[in-house]
């Protein structure tokens, strides 16, 4: 399945920055989140050679099954606000370098390993692109008052909830990102280019086929 944003563990190739904290032509690592933004509205990035990144299951190497996390240390760090950049496209993969601990115990030490990821491409990084203060004035309403419901994935994109008019039960993290009056607005052919997918959807969230991809597997019954 095609994302439509990046996740923590992306790299991002900015053609032109703004920001003091990247050059132009250079890489940011999109970090995991941290609470200064809101999942679906912001990321959160770093300089890639400024910070070293965990990535792995608690104990020992990825094995697959075995949930992992990303844990990122250095900086500076960003909150960049998606829609408040234009241009973001997936353009392949690259190989970056990761760790994780050894195994137990901790002491045993920390691994450097490579592992794929999602490349993308921003032709101009904005100074500002962290504030977007309209943004911070929408909330979930009850069920319905917004109808209908276009609830599109952070990570994929399936379209079968678009147009629903209550939240399903069983995807996670959703929030509002726009009003419907502005999801549905129309798009000049000659303004698709500039564009964002996340123009078209009214909640974001995680479905649960991404959970399970991006979260790893919900623990058994009785702690087995």
Do not use: N
């Amino acid at each position: 399945m095609e994302r439509v944003i990046p996740v923590p563990g992306d790299l991002i190739l900015v053609d032109k920055s703004e920001w003091y904290g990247l050059k132009d032509g250079e890489l940011l690592r999109v970090c995991e989140q941290t609470g200064w933004g809101i999942p679906g509205r912001d990321i959160f990035v770093a300089p890639r050679h400024q910070v070293r990144s965990f990535w792995g299951p608690a104990i020992g190497p990825p094995d697959g099954t075995t949930p992992e996390r990303i844990s990122t240390s250095g900086g500076p760090f960003k909150t960049v606000t998606l829609r408040l950049i234009k241009g973001l496209v997936q353009i392949g993969t690259q190989l970056d370098e990761f760790w994780h601990w050894l195994d137990r115990p901790r002491s045993g030490g920390g691994v450097d390993y490579q592992r794929e990821v999602a490349l993308w491409r921003l032709p101009l990084l904005p100074d500002g692109s962290w504030l977007d203060p309209e943004m911070d004035e929408i909330r979930l309403a009850p069920e319905g008052t917004l109808g209908p419901i276009r609830l599109g994935c952070l990570y994929c994109d399936r379209a079968d909830f678009d147009g629903v008019f209550a939240l399903p039960s069983d995807w996670s993290d959703i929030q509002a990102v726009q009003s419907l009056e502005e999801a549905s607005r129309q798009v000049e052919e000659s303004d698709c280019d500039s564009q964002s997918v996340l123009d078209w959807e009214t909640h974001l969230g995680v479905c649960p086929t991404c959970q399970v991809i991006f979260c790893g597997p919900p623990p058994k019954a009785g702690g087995a």
